[in-house]
């Protein structure tokens, strides 16, 4: 990967150090949650055991100090990003950033943020985009928000293989439209969405753009700010950094005049006991105490990502897809999701197997050594577009090996015999 060989990589993970005997597991769920690097890991033990103080409270140095390394690991994040210090959000996880957005719209259609917010109220006549490939933490949020405001979503169709384009999303995108909500990558298919394309498309009818960017910010170079979204959101715990951190990205003059859908300390300017005025982006957003620790480990992930280089990740990661992809077009009775051989797509590859529920698949390939993710993937509008209940995923990040990718492939192409259902058995 880069300068670096993987083997050299791994040795940066205690995860894949500490053998107990024999083979390590492969760990091929990295798009659920990767592992950490010792250096994410330390960072949060260092910040802990030598910096621990409340941030932008009080007056004293130790509070001065947390608060530097907090706002710095915000610029940081930022830069990794394309963003400007204001447009970075701290949220939980990106569900949680996604329902700032949703709830903050609410809040705006319920009068709250006056007439800067008024801008966001959606009525009957509106409509919200997604495209059935969303996973449901881009798409359960909306359903609650057009079920308050009277807006109606508009699904952009996935084909067989839970593919869409940019024509699908110009047949669902008209003067009505008001949100475009996709994901760059999907957790899924692995499916490469054409942002740029979209974004001009959502632009042009006077519609914002959020960006699920969950699977692409941990993978491959993202700058929000050139793509020119409007809202993006990702998670901390998929780019080699902690549980309990996110991002929710917004261009500054959006963020200022969306209203804060969780209100309390440290958000505001000015209270009286029926009023609260609030604090420009992004701290209007940052309600109660904050998860310092977690911020600042999230920085040397991206610090980490950034030395390996992120055209070099995605470089690897495609590999390994490519790989996958490759050996199991080769297995008969398994059926790849998303984009068919020779075709671009991200570093993930899902599979259905015909005969047997992936909940086994996952079982058998768990004995051969093997994790992967199993079930709907939190996405059953696409599932059953696809027509299966559920598929089984194989994902990669720096640290993964093609070794890993054939020990995939070698053993579900067992699958179906272990299982009796090879042609000629079931019979
Ligand atoms: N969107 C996509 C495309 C995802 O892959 C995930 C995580 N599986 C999410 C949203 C939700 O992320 P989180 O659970 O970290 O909020």
């Known amino acids: 990967v880069g300068s670096r060989t993987v083997a050299d990589i791994r040795l940066d993970f205690p995860a894949f150090t500490q053998t ?12 659920a949650t990767s592992q950490r690097p010792r250096a994410v890991l330390d960072a949060e033990r260092e910040y802990l055991e030598h910096h621990l103080a409340p941030v932008h409270r009080g007056a004293s140095a ?33 569900t949680d950033a996604i329902n700032m957005v949703t709830l903050g719209i609410a809040d705006a259609n319920a009068g709250l943020g006056g007439a800067d917010a008024a801008r966001f109220a959606l009525g009957p006549d509106d409509e919200i985009v997604l ?38 999303a110009a047949a669902a995108v008209s003067e009505r439209t008001r949100i475009v909500a996709f994901a760059e990558v999907s957790n899924v298919t692995g499916y490469l969405a054409p942002v740029a394309d979209m974004v001009e498309l959502a632009h042009r009818h006077g519609a914002l753009v959020l960006l699920d960017a969950c699977q692409s ?5 993202v700058d929000f700010g050139a793509m020119g ?17 996110g991002v929710l990205y917004g261009r500054a003059e959006l963020l200022d005049a ?15 006991m029926g009023t609260a005025e609030f604090l420009p982006a992004p701290h209007r957003f ?11 480990a999230l920085a040397e992930a991206v610090r980490y990502l950034d030395a390996i280089g992120m055209q070099e990740v995605a470089r690897h990661e495609a590999a390994f897809a490519e790989r996958v992809v490759e050996g199991v077009a080769a297995i008969p009775g398994v059926r790849i999701v998303g984009p068919q051989p020779g075709a671009p797509r991200a570093g993930l590859v899902s599979v259905g197997v015909d005969g047997v529920h992936a909940h086994d698949v996952g079982q058998f390939l768990d004995e051969a050594g093997v994790v992967v993710r199993v079930g709907h993937h939190c996405a059953q509008p696409l599932h059953r577009a696809l027509g299966l209940t559920a598929t089984t995923r194989a994902s990669a990040h720096v640290y993964t090996t093609a070794e890993e990718a054939d020990r995939f492939v070698e053993a579900l192409a067992g699958v179906r015999r272990f299982f009796g259902v090879e042609q000629g058995v079931t019979a």
């Not at 804060?260 to 009286?272: D, E, F, L």
């Not at 940052?286 to 600042?296: C, D």
């Open 229 to 245: 979204v409007d809202f993006a959101a990702f998670s901390g715990h998929k780019m080699l950094g902690p549980n309990g951190i």
């Open 62 to 94: 130790a509070v001065g100090l947390s608060t530097t390394l907090f706002e710095d690991a915000r610029a940081e994040v930022a830069r990794f990003v394309g963003a400007g210090d204001r447009e970075v959000v701290w949220t939980e996880n990106a």
């Open 217 to 221: 910010v941990p993978h491959r170079p």
């Open 20 to 31: 107990s005997g024999g083979l390590a597991p492969a760990y091929l769920d990295s798009a």
């Open 258 to 272: 969306l209203p804060p859908a969780r209100t309390g300390g440290s958000t505001i300017t000015k209270v009286t």
């Open 286 to 296: 940052e309600a109660g105490t904050q998860p310092v620790s977690q911020v600042v």
């Open 131 to 168: 495209t059935e490939a969303e996973h449901h933490a881009n798409l359960i949020p909306w359903q609650r928000l057009a079920a308050k405001t009277g807006a109606r979503l508009r699904p952009i169709p996935v084909d067989e293989h839970g593919l869409w384009s940019i024509d699908d």
